[in-house]
Every structure is written in C-alpha cells, then in structure tokens.
Nanobody
Framework: VQVVESGGGLVQPGGSLTLSCAASGFTFSNSAMSWYRQAPRKERELVALITGAGGFRNYADFVKGRFTISRDNAKNTVYLQMNDLKPDDTAVYYC???????WGQGTQVTVSS
C-alpha cells in the first residue's frame, strides 16, 4: 500500500488550497477515504470522510461549508478543497484509507498572514 499526500503550503487567512491523496496497492473504489489533521500539541482529528463510490460525505462541524472532500476513482485519488482558511486550520493533514487502515505521511498546511 502506498498513500501520498500533496498540495499543502502557506496561505493567507481567507485563502484556498486543494490537497490531493494518491493511493495504490489496494482496490481504491472499495475503500472509504478520510482526511484527518493534527495541530501542534493537539490530538489528531477527523476532518472529512467519503465513501467508496462517493455517495456519502461527512464533515467535522468546524469545516462544514468551507471544505469539500471528493474523489476520482479512475485516478485513485481523493481531494480536499479548502476555502476560507483560518489560522486555526494550521495543521498537518493526513490521508487515511479506511479499508486497509493505512495513513499517509501528511502534508503541512499553514494559514498565516
């Protein structure tokens, strides 16, 4: 199994970023996929989840209306579109493959002026 996140970086408050997670080594379309994040000195927390066919999506309350999770099963990739970013969104964002219980290495998102 291989899971690689990309798309993190430094953005100003109110800005946008799109994270990508490319996965391989398992049947991607059979697996729900999640994004988690972990800020310094805080526990890792669920941000969003999408089922294998993309028919169900769930979001943490703190990102509802700002973040959108999506997936392209033809590309074995899941995305996290993040809009209206706030300093509190600063964290390492991790991709998680629910079926095989596998974590990516994470990508840093920093929201600062």
């Amino acid at each position: 199994v291989q899971v690689v996140e990309s798309g993190g970086g430094l953005v100003q408050p109110g800005g946008s970023l799109t994270l990508s997670c490319a996965a391989s080594g398992f049947t991607f379309s059979n697996s729900a996929m999640s994004w988690y994040r972990q800020a310094p000195r805080k526990e890792r927390e669920l941000v969003a989840l999408i089922t294998g066919a993309g028919g169900f999506r769930n979001y943490a309350d703190f990102v509802k209306g700002r973040f959108t999770i999506s997936r392209d099963n033809a590309k074995n990739t899941v995305y996290l579109q993040m809009n209206d970013l706030k300093p509190d969104d600063t964290a390492v964002y991790y991709c998680y493959c629910n079926r095989v219980r596998y974590w990516g290495q994470g990508t840093q998102v920093t929201v600062s002026s």
